[in-house]
């Protein structure tokens, strides 16, 4: 079965600052990919997915991903944080092919401070 | 607003209890996926339904149990509750079933 690392459990950074959340997985086959997202008291949001072609994929708020199949990784990026970026992170994977439900890493909780 | 509903918001039990937690996926959606998220554990998947039947299933206990109504709409029964119940269990949908895409707010669950 596939499984999802997020090295970084506590991430605190200054306003401006750039950002690298570290998310492997682990499966033999292709996979489809997700960062998602958990504002302080939200729900989940979507922020980005790797489906195929372009392995820099570029999502919401300024957030982008990079897929790199040779070390099994998709790092979550953005060259400079707000405040407002406060919130949880999670990386997600499920393989292309049949009803495998997403798994999701423990996540990565970034504070972002004035 | 992600347009999936779920209720109560907050919910608490004693042990050896049984709750029923309801979704109502955003509209036009066909699949709802339960999770149940807790700090030791992360987000855990539970199951999914598509169109009323059963479509995956993850680490559900035998104790737990679900369903997906004509209406679409899902509940989520949780019986002979235990103190490592309580979680936060999210809903979430989406239109064709293959990852979810809108989440809803979750029930909290606490067990005394």
């Known amino acids: 079965a596939q499984s999802v690392s997020q090295h970084n459990h506590h991430v605190i950074l200054s306003e401006a600052a750039s950002l690298e959340l570290g998310c492997n997985y682990s499966?033999?086959?292709?996979?489809?990919l997700f960062w998602y997202v958990q504002y302080p008291g939200q729900h989940l949001q979507l922020l980005l997915k790797?489906?195929?072609?372009?392995?820099l994929v570029k999502g919401i708020k300024g957030f982008e991903a990079e897929f790199i199949k040779s070390k099994f990784s998709f790092n979550l990026r953005k060259p400079s944080v707000q405040w407002s970026d406060t919130a949880e992170y999670f990386c997600?994977?499920?393989?292309?092919?049949?009803?495998?439900?997403?798994?999701f890493g423990k996540g990565t909780r970034l504070s972002v401070i004035a | 607003d992600s347009g999936v509903t779920q209720t109560p918001k907050h919910l608490i039990t004693a042990t050896g209890q049984r709750v029923t937690l309801r979704c109502s996926p955003r509209?036009?959606?066909?699949?709802v996926y339960w999770y149940q998220q807790s700090l030791d554990q992360g987000l855990q998947f539970l199951i999914q339904?598509?169109?009323?039947?059963?479509?995956a299933k993850g680490n559900i206990l035998e104790r737990f149990s679900a369903q997906q109504f004509p209406d679409l709409h899902s509940e989520l029964n949780l019986s002979s509750l235990e103190l490592g119940d309580s979680a936060l269990y999210f809903c979430?949908?989406?239109?064709?079933?293959?990852?979810?895409?809108?989440f809803g707010d979750g029930t909290r669950l606490s067990i005394l």
């Open positions: 979430a949908s989406s239109v064709d079933g293959i990852q979810p895409q809108h």
């Open positions: 499966y033999g086959g292709t996979v489809n």
């Open positions: 790797y489906f195929s072609g372009d392995p």
């Open positions: 997600a994977v499920t393989p292309i092919s049949g009803n495998t439900p997403l798994v």
């Open positions: 509209s036009g959606d066909l699949s």
């Open positions: 339904y598509y169109n009323g039947e059963e479509r």
